[in-house]
């Protein structure tokens, strides 16, 4: 099973809400990762886990928490956020995160949308 | 913070035709990937280039590392449309993407 999910696929929320993003892989995969990707722009790199500890947070603002519950499993829970944070966000994991060969494999992503 | 370039941007090339994609980047990395994206889709991963002078190869698409010259090429052999994409490098272990390059391939 070479196959990261994430749900929802799509979503829709107000500036004071809460929700929560939910990635999952089952390749035993010791690295994962949250990106933003703007409509037509490269995907910027937002939070990495390894070996379920935070190895990086690229200055991310705090409306954006990750968690990662255990090995398999990586949310981002969003709380008020605006509406420049709409975008496409994917998760992706590798075996490990520093050294060795190590391939990236993306989720089909979460379209959102913030109003 | 390191800065990597993809040109051309936009690529529009014909089928049967040959072409190459060139990825810059501004500091040493001894990583390189290449990666996919349909419209509207997720990324897909090509290759993972290692070390200087390598090279891989899957089916009409060619990728290559000079690590000296900073520099990794994405060369496409008699293009077909199912090549049309969006094609990103991305560097080192942080990966920092390319601008992507988004390729048009006409019937």
């Known amino acids: 099973d070479t196959e990261v999910t994430q749900t929802p696929k799509h979503l829709v929320m107000g500036m004071t809400n809460k929700k929560s993003l939910k990635c999952e892989q089952h390749m035993g995969h010791r690295a994962m990762y949250w990106y933003k990707q703007k409509a037509k722009k490269p995907p910027e790199l937002m939070f990495v886990y390894s070996y379920e500890k935070l190895s990086i947070n690229e200055s991310v603002p705090s409306r954006f928490s990750p968690e990662c519950p255990n090995s398999s499993l990586l949310n981002l829970h969003l709380h008020a956020l605006q509406p420049e944070d709409s975008a496409l966000y994917l998760c992706?994991?590798?075996?490990?995160?520093?050294?060795?060969?190590?391939?990236?494999?993306f989720g089909p992503g979460t379209r959102l949308t913030v109003t | 913070e390191l800065k990597v370039e993809q040109n051309p941007l936009f690529l529009s090339m014909q089928e049967g035709k040959n072409y190459t994609i060139y990825c810059n980047y501004s500091t040493t990395s001894d990583r390189l990937y290449w990666y996919r994206q349909d419209p509207g889709k997720s990324l897909e991963s090509l290759f993972v280039?290692?070390?200087?002078?390598a090279v891989k190869q899957e089916g009409r698409l060619m990728a290559s590392l000079d690590t000296k010259a900073r520099l990794s090429t994405l060369h496409i052999t008699a293009a077909v449309h199912d090549l049309s994409a969006t094609y990103f490098c991305?560097?080192?272990?942080?990966?920092?993407f390319g601008t992507g390059t988004s390729l048009t391939v006409i019937p």
């Open positions: 991305a560097v080192d272990n942080k990966f920092y």
């Open positions: 280039l290692l070390s200087n002078g």
């Open positions: 992706a994991s590798s075996p490990t995160f520093a050294g060795g060969t190590y391939e990236q494999y």
